[in-house]
Nanobody, 123 residues
Framework: QVQLVESGGGLVQAGGSLRLSCAAS????????MGWFRQAPGKEREFVAA????????YYADSVQGRFTISRDNAKNTVKLQMNSLKPEDTAVYSC????????????????WGQGTQVTVSS
């Protein structure tokens, strides 16, 4: 069982930066691949980024490639999402998720979810 708690969301102007954090409970955090997803009002939840259990492999949606960076610290049971050059279309509720095994792109492949944190980018 893994419990996830996100933090770091907020309101930022276009072009600005935010860093989201996801704190995980449990002693087996290093066994889980982690993902960040987002959901804007009226839209489906979409993949943003994922990282393998060791942190050695990362994956990004085309829409955030080059602007967002996912990282993890297995000693601290945390995963972060550094978001730079934010755009109004990045506005959404961002959630972290965990799954055993390799990272995947579909929300349905993840077993554990945080409650989400709101990110709002003003133009």
């Amino acid at each position: 069982q893994v419990q996830l708690v996100e933090s770091g969301g907020g309101l930022v102007q276009a072009g600005g930066s935010l860093r989201l954090s996801c704190a995980a409970s449990g002693r087996t955090f290093s066994s889980y691949a982690m993902g960040w997803f987002r959901q804007a009002p009226g839209k489906e939840r979409e993949f943003v980024a994922a990282i393998s259990s060791s942190g050695g492999s990362t994956y990004y949606a085309d829409s955030v490639q080059g602007r967002f960076t996912i990282s993890r610290d297995n000693a601290k049971n945390t995963v972060k999402l550094q978001m730079n050059s934010l755009k109004p279309e990045d506005t959404a509720v961002y959630s972290c998720a965990a799954r055993r095994g390799g990272p995947y792109y579909s929300p349905s492949d993840y077993n554990y979810w945080g409650q989400g944190t709101q990110v709002t980018v003003s133009s």
